[in-house]
């Protein structure tokens, strides 16, 4: 290849990257620069930079934050307290999971499982979805315990939903750990719960930092299921599902909407930043050893 023919590949490698990035940003461009204006003039212009404001922003997130129908502080510790939970049993569940059927893999109960897991993502939400809510109202009056309008029904939920690319990629990377360091340490007399705690999770870090970020971001940017089985009248309620609070029959609060927008991915959009590393790096590792 000469050096012209070299020189065009490296331009239109710019530009087709250029253009996929304005496509993906475009819509963030258009929450930060209409979360800076009036709820007219986003209605005059919602593209243009005309009424943007840093100071009608400042005073749009602080009517959010203040709104009492919105209630962000209560959102915002449900949106926690929810991904966290489901995070730490994702990681530590499909961790398991992974390592069983890792070192199980001729067995074809092991395969069976697996092979369930991958099949269980090519499944769309929407297919599912009405008979998960009537199977969790069920089970919750069998059991005694409302798995609707709760922390622990939704985080189950999300147990579910997240399982099976949490336990695909964890376990890909799992194949690559040598077996010997379990033999090593079952002569030592350890027990198979000390073998994975001690020696297989720790080894883990990489790939479960890459997992728990993609989950993270899509269980905290989530607002089907939340809305589904929190409803929007229930008492627990994430950012997503209380932004709905700036909605009415008749009037919707433009301005307010995509500064309480703004707050809710804004953490998100920090945490990817830090991270963004991490999770390449797991990525990688994990379809190497894979």
């Known amino acids: 290849m000469g050096k012209k023919e070299k020189t065009s590949s490296v331009v239109w490698r710019f530009v087709i990257a250029t253009i996929i990035a304005i496509y993906v940003l475009f819509p963030f461009y258009l929450v930060v620069i209409n979360s800076c204006k009036t709820t007219n003039d986003i209605t005059a212009n919602p593209i243009g930079l005309n009424g943007v404001s840093f100071t009608q922003l400042i005073s749009n997130l602080v009517d959010v934050i203040n709104n009492t129908h919105f209630l962000f502080w209560d959102a915002f510790a449900s ?41 269980s993502m090519i499944i769309p939400f929407q297919v599912v979805m009405l008979p998960l809510i009537a199977t969790f ?103 997503p599902v209380a932004v709905q609070a700036f909605v009415g029959s008749y009037v919707k609060e433009w301005n307010m909407i995509l500064a309480a927008a703004l707050l809710a991915i804004v953490p998100m959009i920090i945490i990817f930043l830090i991270a963004q590393k991490q999770i390449m790096n797991g990525m990688i590792e994990g379809a190497v050893k894979g």
């Not at 994702?90 to 067995?107: D, P």
């Not at 059991?143 to 964890?170: D, E, K, R």
């Open 79 to 119: 949106s926690l307290i929810i991904t966290v939970l489901s995070l730490v049993f994702l990681a530590v569940f499909g961790g398991m999971a992974g390592w069983v059927i890792c070192r199980n893999n001729k067995k074809k109960w092991a395969m069976v499982i697996y092979f369930t897991f991958i099949a």
């Open 137 to 239: 109202r069920d089970v919750g009056k069998f059991i005694g315990i409302s798995m609707l309008q709760s922390v622990p029904g939704i985080v189950f939920a999300y147990c579910g939903f997240g399982g099976a690319m949490t336990v695909f990629i964890l376990t890909g990377f799992i194949k690559g750990i040598p077996y010997d360091l379990e033999e090593a340490a079952s002569i030592d007399g350890c027990s198979p719960e000390q073998i994975y705690f001690k020696i297989i999770f720790p080894l883990l870090k990489p790939v479960i930092t890459t997992v728990t970020i993609l989950n993270g971001m899509w269980i905290w940017n989530d607002y089907l299921l939340p809305s589904m089985m929190l409803g929007q009248n229930g008492r627990v309620k994430t950012l």
